[in-house]
């Protein structure tokens, strides 16, 4: 496998440094940290790459609020300057590495893919119906906080031999216990660090019809004993090489009985609906004359399933 070395000095370079401003700047003209960043500008970005060079540049304290939807999460915030810069400067260089080595499986915050990337794939599958009529659904429990440091490092190693980058990425990995939900580079630790499990997945187990959305995880068979063996192993595969746990709330099950409840859809061989949750959702906004951004977002979600029926009720003198 190819190891990479003498990137650092991409990251650092003054004008990664702008590219990555210019791209943690985008949609937050508003906040008070760019703001306050814009003031001083070039002056941050010399002082910025002064302790990357140095290697004296350390993360700063976290902020933390929490969100109740879709679920309750606690969420973790940094300073805009220096950190979300940083990690921006880091994602220019390392982001098509790190793409390159995900399978073609795994969906979330690639770009061209998410969610409904994953909504496609899935629909395509379903297609090969004999071969689908089983789905093993399971995630990972608490996988942002469980995530192992040491492991994590190890991995990122086996990837990356220039000692500074390793430095950065170190300091960054232990600012907070596990990873942060919220922080820039948190997605891209959560794919690479399973992204050794899809290979195994997909190269030693053989599975064909198998898709992962952050921990999020759906494999599809026509063998049901098959599909609880493969579990056994999958549980023993993160335990043992990555520290994780399978949450207890796994299923296996025929996809006829009860489709399969996945990225905000429910999907069957015949058809594709809207999460419950999120058409109620959906409603609420309704109900709430929320504005029409959100209104048309919600509207985006139901034009990848079958929502004839549901937008008629919801929407009864909607003409578009």
Known sequence: MKRFTNLYSQIISINNLHLADAHAQKGKGHQYGVKLHKKNQEQDILHLRELLSSKSYKTSEYTTFKVYEPKERLVFKLPFFPDRITHHAVMNVLEPIFTKLFTADTYSCIKGKGIHGAVRAVKKALKDEPNTRYCLKLDIKKFYPSVNHEILKQLLRRKFKDQDLLWLLDEIIDSAEGLPIGNYLSQYFANFYLTYFDHWIK?????????????????????????????????????????????????VFPVEARGIDFVGYKFYHTHTLLRKSIKKRFARAISKKKNSATIAAYKGWTSHCNSKHLLKKLLPNDTN
Not at 224 to 244: A, C, G, W
């Open 203 to 251: 190269e030693n187990k053989q599975v064909k019809y198998y898709f992962r959305y952050a921990d999020d995880i759906v494999i599809l068979s026509n063998n049901k004993p098959h599909l609880h063996e493969l579990l056994f192993e999958i549980k023993h595969y993160l335990k043992t090489n990555l520290d994780l746990d399978v949450k207890g709330n796994y299923q």
